[in-house]
Structures are given as C-alpha cells and as structure tokens.
C-alpha cells in the first residue's frame, strides 16, 4: 500500500503560480512512492494538468455538476474535467456544503455521475463541533455515508474524513479521534475502501497521523499550498507507510 496524499487548493493559485507549483514539486519527487494529487481551482486545472503530463503527480477537481450539459451557469460536468485531463474529483466538501448549501442528494447524484463517466471521487464528511461534543460524531458519520451512498457503488470511492471544527483551524483531531472515525468509516463499507484524513494537516502531524492503521492518506488544504511543506507531508507518509508495512 502506498500513502495518498492530496493537496486541496481550494481558491489557491492562479494557472501561473498552479504551473510553477508542479515543477518545483516535481523536482523533489524523484523517488516517491506515493500517490500524489492536487486539486486546482477550474482555470488554473489546464496549465496543472500539461504541467503535470511527465511527472508523477495527478490532478483531480473541486467540484462538478452532476448533469451532463445544458443550462447550468457556471457548472462543469465530470466529462469536462475528465476531457481536460482530470482523474479525481471532491464531492461534498464541507464548504460546499455549509457555504454553497449542497445536501446529501445532490452529492448523491455528483457522486453518481462522476463514477458514471469514470472519475475518481473523494467523497467528504465529517461532523460538526457541537456534534462531536454532544457525542453524535458517528450518527453524523454514519447518516452522511448512508445519504451520500445510497445506490453507489463504492469500490471506485475514496473517503475523506474532515471533522469540521478542524479546517482551517489548527486544531487538528487527534490521531486517536482521527482513528477512530476511520475504523468506523472502514468497518461500516466492509474494509477495501481508501479512507483519508483532512483538517489542519501540517508537516508536524501527518506522521502521526498517517502511521494509525486506518488512515491511507491525507486531504491537505493550507499546508499544500507551498511545495515544500506539502513534500515535507509526503514525505511524513512514505515514513508512515513504511512503519506500517
Ligand atoms: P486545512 O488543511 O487548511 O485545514 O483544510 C483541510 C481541507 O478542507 C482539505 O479539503
């Protein structure tokens, strides 16, 4: 098994600073034995992709719609992203959710149609503060994957497990919480399925992290704007991975 490690942009970079990202990365990436992807915003995902042709790392998209074509302003459908080079997609992030008002069916129905047309979709869930205080932190897992799911085959799926209060934050779940929820998500889709962690990865946690036995990679949004500190992160994986083998 090999780390994942993914670099969520979010509205980061510019299809300049996107390009010059991929080469200063890839000029580290000599021997690494991980799967490394990054998530541009949509302009700046062609030049990331032709930049990224001769290298290792892969690129994947923020978002999608989930209908094919037609009257959508200001979509993209998963055969655009996929014409334009793109291998995975995130569906559900929590700022979709919580900023864009997505619910559990529409990211039904992306997750659907990006499996349909042969993406990779990293789906994301993860409770909110006052869930996890109240201890309803696996009930929220456990209706988010029985929503998001309903109808989905997961064997094409990889799962991001973001607890909310830790985006962005620097309070990053503990690896035990961390493992925890993972061995649930796990238990819960009968094993087999790549289960992420995201919120608030740095270089300094993502060894701790990854090393529990439920955690396959890591979903990093600020720490992977910068190729040094996202390499150092790769870095802590295949250290992580290695332990685990
Ligand atoms: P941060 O790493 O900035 O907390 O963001 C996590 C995230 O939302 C990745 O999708």
């Not at 098994?1 to 970079?13: D, E, Q, S, T, Y």
């Not at 993860?126 to 064997?155: C, P, Y």
């Not at 704007?225 to 991975?241: Q, S, W």
Request: a negative charge; glycine letters at 10%; proline letters at 4%.
């Amino acid at each position: 098994m090999r780390p994942l490690v993914a670099g969520n942009w979010k509205m980061n970079h510019t299809p300049t600073s996107g390009e010059t990202f991929i080469k200063e990365l890839d000029g580290r990436m000599d021997k690494v034995d991980a799967d490394v992807v990054v998530f541009p915003p949509f302009v700046t995902i062609p030049r990331v992709v032709e930049a990224a042709r001769k290298t290792r790392i892969k690129v994947g998209a923020q978002n999608m719609f989930w209908k094919d074509k037609g009257a959508f302003t200001g979509e993209v459908s998963a055969e655009m992203l996929l014409d334009a080079g793109v291998e995975y997609v995130i569906i559900g992030h929590s700022e979709r959710r919580n900023i864009f008002g997505e619910s559990d069916e529409l990211i039904n129905l992306k997750l659907k149609s990006a499996l349909k047309a042969g993406l990779k979709p990293v789906l994301c869930i993860g409770e909110k503060l006052e869930e996890r205080e109240s201890g309803m932190t696996m009930d929220r897992i456990k209706f988010q994957l029985n929503a998001d799911l309903s109808g989905v085959d997961v064997e094409n799926i990889v799962i991001a497990y973001e607890p909310i209060w830790a985006i962005g934050t620097g309070r990053t779940a503990t690896p035990e919480q961390a493992e925890e929820v993972h061995g649930f998500i796990s238990e819960f889709l009968g094993g087999g399925v790549k289960i992420l962690y995201g919120g608030s990865v740095k270089p300094t946690n993502a060894y701790q992290l990854m090393v529990q036995p439920h955690i396959d990679g890591v979903l990093v949004g600020g720490a992977s704007l910068k190729p040094d500190t996202f390499y150092d992160i790769i870095l802590a994986g295949l250290k992580a991975f290695e332990e685990k083998r």
